[in-house]
């Protein structure tokens, strides 16, 4: 019986999981729309609240990690186990709302706790949605319809810096998030008609009999996945979280003119660059299990001259079209990693991996990394010398090569273990 499924239905896909793909991914930019808009309206809320750049790495990161890292992991055994469209519909429902009322805060710690509340809803996203696209599509391609779904993080970084740098210049950065925020309710009664494929039906007999959770902390690759992306996510995140900063502070730009000029980058670069990405990371993985993460690993180090260039250049027009490139390079990542992790988890341990991997890739890549950034910058007085973030900002290509180094040391383990 698996052997005929593995032949046939395994491989067959119908225009409803394209449907599917595309209303998940719809809902992802939702998710991101709300998690980055405060990265670039730091500049008039630090002006109106007069926050230090510690305090709004709190509030960019840390406050949203507390939650979204915690409870990724329970929400993760949830979606094995209950309707993951349900799931995906409460979630949605608890990060539009809290992101919609971020706008009527006027207090660090008002700001703090919808910023946690929006981290609890969006955690369930992740573990739910990927599960969900594993059962609809063959492992073939998952690298590459995962990405199509993780394009979603630069649509939904252009989208909120596009539309939340203008409304922020025209009105204020409060209206900002009741205009980006509240839409995304509209999408719930959606989901609730979405059809759940059936869990599994994608996979061979082998994978489907792994059951046991104990196997993913045994399991070498996945630790060097979970860690090579989480240092792949420092230097990621930073390009939303501080790049606008860093153009506010040492070329005077406006909030519109860079969300203008970011937003296309992360539209022109890092759209085309997560989806091909996907199709790219699939083909090196027909050379061997390690493929994916040996493609990852040499993005890694791609990214490496960019940033410095990015740093030490005086030119706004080169610099925002390395930008680009560099969006290009530094979301490469995430379908190849959904997708390894997917394939080594098994059907009935996928939400529960993807839960740990949201886990420790999101508590470095935004719980430590940021917070890092905001220290170095209040340490060095970038406030007063704006130039010294061209120092402090060397974080992200460091982080890059750390990340290249274990992402390759991983695909020689996984190697190995097949």
């Known amino acids: 019986m698996n052997d005929t499924k593995t032949n046939s239905d395994v491989n067959k896909i119908p225009a409803y999981s394209w449907y599917a793909l595309a209303l998940l991914t719809l809902i992802y930019v939702m998710n991101f729309v709300d998690r980055v808009l405060i990265y670039l309206l730091f500049a008039p809320i630090k002006k109106e609240m007069l926050f230090t750049d510690f305090q709004l790495a709190l509030l960019g990161s840390t406050s949203f990690v507390i939650f979204y890292t915690l409870m990724g992991i329970p929400f993760?055994?949830?979606?094995?186990?209950?309707?993951?469209?349900k799931l995906i519909a409460f979630g949605l429902t608890i990060w539009s709302i809290f992101s919609g009322l971020t706008g009527f805060a006027n207090s660090f710690w008002m700001i703090f706790i919808c910023r946690m509340m929006v981290?609890?809803?969006e955690a369930t996203l992740?573990?739910?949605?990927?599960?969900?696209?594993?059962?609809?599509f063959p492992s073939k391609i998952r690298a590459t319809v995962q990405a199509i779904f993780s394009s979603a993080i630069a649509i939904g970084t252009g989208v909120a810096f596009f539309f939340g740098g203008w409304i922020s210049d025209a009105m204020s950065w409060r209206f900002a998030f009741y205009f980006?925020?509240?839409p995304g309710l509209v999408l719930v009664i959606v989901v609730l008609f979405l059809k759940e494929p059936q869990r599994g039906i994608r996979d061979s007999a082998a994978s489907i009999e792994k059951r046991d959770w104990r196997l993913l902390l045994k399991n070498a690759p996945l630790r060097y996945i979970l860690f090579g992306y989480a240092f792949f996510a420092v230097a990621a995140n930073s390009v939303s979280m501080w790049l606008p900063t860093f153009f506010v502070r040492t070329q005077n730009l406006s909030i519109a003119k860079i969300g203008l000029w970011i937003g296309l980058g992360t539209l022109i670069g890092g759209l085309p660059g997560t989806i091909l990405s996907g199709w790219a990371a699939d083909k090196f993985r027909l050379k061997g299990p390690g493929g994916r993460l040996r493609f990852t690993s040499l993005l890694a180090f791609l990214c490496i001259p960019i940033w410095l260039w990015i740093l030490n250049s005086g030119s706004v027009t080169l610099q925002f079209f390395l930008i680009a490139v560099l969006l290009g390079l530094a979301l490469s990542w995430l379908g190849p990693a959904a997708a390894d992790v997917n394939d080594i988890a098994g059907p009935h341990l996928r939400g529960l991996a993807i839960g740990l991997y949201f886990f420790i890739v999101n508590a470095i890549g935004y719980g430590l990394g940021p917070p890092l950034y905001g220290k170095l910058n209040d340490i060095f007085n970038v406030a007063q010398y704006p130039e010294v973030m061209r120092q402090t900002l060397l974080v992200s290509p460091i982080a890059c090569f750390i990340a290249g180094i274990i992402l390759f040391l991983g695909s020689r383990s996984l190697e190995k273990q097949k």
């Open 76 to 85: 993760g055994r949830m979606a094995d186990r209950v309707s993951r469209k």
């Open 119 to 121: 981290g609890i809803g």
């Open 126 to 136: 992740g573990p739910a949605a990927l599960s969900m696209i594993s059962d609809y």
């Open 180 to 182: 980006l925020g509240f």
